[in-house]
Every structure is written in structure tokens, then in C-alpha cells.
């Protein structure tokens, strides 16, 4: 088994109300319904890079390194955002009109 000593991440700049962690990356959304994510982004949880729409989903290209984003990155969607998962290689969003993108 492989153990990690915990390490203290630096306070993030704005509270966010839902946090979601999926196996290498995490997703956040904040009061006013922007959703953000940073971590692992080799399946394209985080975004495809480019621009790629479906459904009002709008992903942006991310500053990364290698195949992670490194600082919190604000994902640009046509509506608020309500609920947020991430899993072991996928991210979904629940808009404020209950659309599951």
C-alpha cells in the first residue's frame, strides 16, 4: 500500500460551497454558480482544449502542465451551475435549469 504524509495547500482566494474529488482531479463551484476544476486532465475531464460545445456546455483551453491543470481554471457555461461530480475520469455539471452536461 502507498502512503502519503499531508501536505498543507495554500487557502484558496474565494470560499467555494460544493467541492468534488475524482481519482486525480477536483472539481469546485462557487456562490454565484461558476464551476472551476484543476488536477489530472489526461481522459479530458477537465476540457478538451480548444473550445467544445454541447448542450450549453462551453470548455475552454487550460494553462497545464503536462496533462494537469495547475491552478484552478473557470469552466465557461451558459448558465449557473447548481451541482457538480467528478469521478475517476469524468466531470458532470447540473445546470440551473436541471440540463445534465
Known amino acids: 500500500m502507498v502512503c502519503f504524509d499531508p501536505v498543507q495547500i495554500n487557502p484558496v482566494e474565494k470560499p467555494y460551497k ?22 489530472g486532465n489526461m481522459r479530458h475531464q477537465l476540457g478538451e482544449g480548444g473550445e467544445f460545445r454541447n448542450k450549453g456546455l462551453l470548455l475552454v483551453v487550460y494553462e497545464t502542465y503536462g496533462n494537469s491543470v495547475v491552478q484552478p481554471k473557470k469552466f465557461q457555461f ?3 451551475i447548481i451541482s457538480i461530480g467528478a469521478g475517476r ?6 445546470s440551473s435549469s436541471f440540463i445534465l452536461m
Open 18 to 39: 460544493d467541492i468534488s474529488a475524482g481519482m486525480v482531479h477536483t472539481l469546485m463551484i462557487d456562490n454565484e454558480g461558476s464551476a472551476y476544476g484543476k488536477g
Open 78 to 80: 451558459n448558465e449557473p
Open 89 to 94: 475520469y469524468h466531470s458532470v455539471f447540473l
